[in-house]
C-alpha cells in the first residue's frame, strides 16, 4: 500500500504525518518505506536526528520518481511518501505512485479546496487509475473550529472526502519533530499520538474498502 501526503501548500503539516503515519504503521510490525520527495529534505533531516528509524529513509525527489517508488515499496507492506510544497512534475509523480492521496489541508483551505491544482492534479490521475484513492485530512485545526456540514458534502459530491480524523495543532507534534522523535516516542499517550493511530486506521479503510470493491466488481463482470 502506498500512501502520499501532498499539498502545493507549505507548512500545512505533509512531512509531520508522513513520519507519525509510518512509524504507526512500523509500530505494528510491518515493514515500512518512507520516501521523501521534496528537495528541502525534511523528512530526511528528522532522520538524520536520529542514530536509527523504525522504518527505511530514502530520499527521491525526482520529476520521474514513480516507478522508482514502485520498484522499491515492493519490498515494503507499506511506502508512505512525503510530498513537496509545490504542484510540479514531482508531485504528479507521486500522484501515479501511490494508492492513496492524503491532502493535509488547514481548517481554513477548505473554503478554497477547488481551485487547488494538487486537487486538480489528484483528479486528473483519477482518469487513467480508477483505484486512485483521495482524501482531505484537517491538519493544524485550532481548538473547536467546527468543519461545516456542507463542506464536507460539497467535497464528497466531488469524491474527495473529508476524512473524519482531525488532526489538532499540538506542540507535541512540532517538538517531537524537532527532536527527532516520532509522537510514539515523544508523547505515547497522547492525544496526538491517538490521533494519529485514528488516521493511519482510517486511510487503511478507505484503501481496503476499494480493494473489496474492485473485485467485487471484477466477479460481477466475470
Ligand atoms: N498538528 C500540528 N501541531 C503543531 N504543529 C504542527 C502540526 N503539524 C505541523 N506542525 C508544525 O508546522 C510546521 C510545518 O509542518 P510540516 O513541516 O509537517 O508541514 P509541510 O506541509 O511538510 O511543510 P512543507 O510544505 O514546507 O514541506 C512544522 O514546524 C511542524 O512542526
Ligand atoms: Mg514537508
Known sequence: MIISFLNQKGG???????VNVAASLAN???RVLLI????QGSASAWAALRQDTPFQVVSLARANMAKDA??????YSYTVIDGPPH????????IIASDFVALPIE????????????VRQVREAQEYKEMLKCGFVVSRKIGKTVIGREIRDMAA??????????IEQRVGFAESMTMGQTIFEWAPKSAAAREIEKLTKEIERHVEEDIRIGSKAKTANG
Open 157 to 166: 459530491a466531488a469524491d474527495i472526502p473529508v476524512l473524519s480524523t482531525e
Open 87 to 94: 504542484a510540479e512534475e514531482i508531485a504528479r509523480s507521486c
Open 36 to 39: 521523501d520527495a521534496d528537495k
Open 107 to 118: 481548517p481554513s483551505g477548505l473554503s478554497t479546496w477547488a481551485s487547488d491544482l494538487t
Open 70 to 75: 514502485l520498484k522499491m515499496s515492493s519490498d
Open 28 to 30: 505494528r510490525g510491518e
Open 12 to 18: 500545512v503539516g505533509k512531512t509531520t504525518l508522513a
